[in-house]
């Protein structure tokens, strides 16, 4: 159920795009033990240069490689999140050689009755899920 948004800096060739979204994918079912077709993702590729991650004094260059994930989801706790984060960071640097510095996460939480699957109903509120 969470909504991810993945940026990314355009180029890639479509079977690496899938393998960072499958990588992600992968994270989150861990991370949250989310249902494996419990699955939202929108890649949205830029240009270099309206992707702007700079690294807040932390004392680090990104490079082209540079994934940032938002994501959208109902709370989760701080142990889970940095399950996830972890995960994703593991898996990006050992399937996608994206390095463990060009990956930034940002959470957006929100409650179960802003969530609509479809037919105009709240499942999480309808009792449906």
Known sequence: MPLLNIHIVKGRPAEAVAELQQVIHEAMIEAFQVPVRDRY???IEHEASHLIMEDTGLGFER???RVLI???TRPRSQEMKQAFYGAVTRGLAER?????QDVMFSVLENSDADWSF???KAQFLTGDL
Request: hydrophobic share 35%; net charge negative; glycine share 18%.
């Open 70 to 72: 938002q994501m959208t």
């Open 96 to 100: 996608c050689d994206v390095a463990p």
């Open 118 to 120: 479809g037919f105009g």
């Open 41 to 43: 993702q929108i890649v």
């Open 63 to 65: 490079t082209g490689q």
